[in-house]
Each structure stands twice: as structure tokens, then as C-alpha cells.
T-cell receptor, first 111, second 114 residues
Framework: GESVGLHLPTLSVQEGDNSIINCAYSNSASDYFIWYKQESGKGPQFIID?????DKRQGQRVTVLLNKTVKHLSLQIAATQPGDSAVYFC??????????FGKGTMLLVSP | DARVTQTPRHKVTEMGQEVTMRCQPI?????VFWYRQTMMQGLELLAY????????DSGMPKDRFSAEMPDATLATLKIQPSEPRDSAVYFCASASGSGANVLTFGAGSRLTVL
């Protein structure tokens, strides 16, 4: 399985490419799935969420896809920019008003 | 620009000392969370409050950790006595009651226990 630190999954892309960050979840009962971005030295920042009865939601330059059949969530970032370099976390809201975060994926964008 | 304010940003202390971390949530947010982030465990929920009442602190070691909200503008997380395994970044986050998916995090308090 995934782990953080030295073993944090890393995605390296070129500026202008599209990025796809993936997340597997285990709890079919989650009501919402959420993506957060954490830049170095800062706290996580909300990007976008999707309700469990949807399969796609679009924001500004980001799209989240939810495949409940295989319990898979993805975040697509269009025209990736150096400012998108960060660790991205998926999270689940299991209906108790608290979020459970995944381990994270590091996105590195080179000019 | 509304933000969650945490103090101190950095704290180095020796094993056995008491550590207190403070958080000022966003004005009007009625839910406050404490998370801990480590390399190995990622982001773990320690405790959270709604309307200043503690709702869940099951993620917190009870014998040494305590969390309180003396008033709506201040949340505290105390460790007594601190141990090296408590070294981590501690985040406070706040949310409005209707937006439980949207947490606003502070910049964190990095704690090092020697």
C-alpha cells in the first residue's frame, strides 16, 4: 500500500501537460469524496468534492471522477502549472462530519 | 482574507515538558478540528469540537493529551508530559456547520520533542 515520506507516490509532469492523480478508497458508505492540496510548509487546502451519487464533477482546471464499481477516485488537472506542485490528498466523509485522509501523492511540475 | 491562526509555528522542547498549542478558528465557524501529520501515519484526526463542545477525541492519547475550547475564538491542544514520539506537525482546522467537507487549515505547529 501507499505510504508517506520517502515512499510517497510521486507523479512528475511537464508544465502544460494534464495530470491525473489517483486514489483508491475502501468504504462504500462514504457520502462525499474530497481532494485537498498541501504545499510545502502549509496546511491542506480544499480543492473540490464530489457526492457519492455522482460520477464526475468539474471545477476550474480540475475534474474529479468517481468510479464506485472499483472504488476509485481521480483528480485531473488540466494544463498543469509549476504552482500546482504539491502533495494531493483524497479524503472521505463518512457521514459523521469528519474527514479521513489518504496518504497523499506528490505532484512535481517541471518547467 | 479569513484564516485559521496557529501558534507557535515551531516548538522544540525536551521530553517531559508541557506543550500547549493554540488555534484561532475563522470567525463564525462552529466546528474545530485538531489533526496530527507525520511521515508514517499521514494526517490523523485527534479531536473535534462543535459549538465548543467536544464531540470526538478518540484519536487522542488520553493519558497525556487534552483539547479544550475556552471560548469560540480559541482552541488549545496540550501535551503533558511530551515524548519524542509526539514530534509531528499539528494542524487546527475550522469549518462552518453546513460545509463539513470544506475545512480551512491553519499553517500548523511543528513540534520537536528531544
Amino acid at each position: 500500500g501507499e505510504s508517506v515520506g520517502l515512499h510517497l507516490p510521486t507523479l512528475s509532469v511537464q508544465e502544460g501537460d494534464n495530470s491525473i492523480i489517483n486514489c483508491a478508497y475502501s468504504n462504500s458508505a462514504s457520502d462525499y469524496f474530497i481532494w485537498y492540496k498541501q504545499e510545502s510548509g502549509k496546511g491542506p487546502q480544499f480543492i473540490i468534492d464530489i457526492r457519492s451519487n455522482m460520477d464526475k464533477r468539474q471545477g476550474q482546471r480540475v475534474t474529479v471522477l468517481l468510479n464506485k464499481t472499483v472504488k476509485h477516485l481521480s483528480l485531473q488537472i488540466a494544463a498543469t502549472q509549476p504552482g500546482d506542485s504539491a502533495v494531493y490528498f483524497c479524503a472521505e466523509n463518512r457521514g459523521y462530519s469528519t474527514l479521513t485522509f489518504g496518504k497523499g501523492t506528490m505532484l512535481l511540475v517541471s518547467p | 482574507d479569513a484564516r485559521v491562526t496557529q501558534t507557535p509555528r515551531h516548538k522544540v522542547t525536551e521530553m517531559g515538558q508541557e506543550v500547549t498549542m493554540r488555534c484561532q478558528p475563522i470567525l463564525g465557524h462552529n466546528t474545530v478540528f485538531w489533526y496530527r501529520q507525520t511521515m508514517m501515519q499521514g494526517l490523523e484526526l485527534l479531536a473535534y469540537f462543535r459549538n465548543r463542545a467536544p464531540l470526538d477525541d478518540s484519536g487522542m492519547p488520553k493519558d497525556r493529551f487534552s483539547a479544550e475550547m475556552p471560548d469560540a475564538t480559541l482552541a488549545t491542544l496540550k501535551i503533558q508530559p511530551s515524548e519524542p514520539r509526539d514530534s509531528a506537525v499539528y494542524f487546527c482546522a475550522s469549518a462552518s456547520g453546513s460545509g463539513a467537507n470544506v475545512l480551512t487549515f491553519g499553517a500548523g505547529s511543528r513540534l520537536t520533542v528531544l
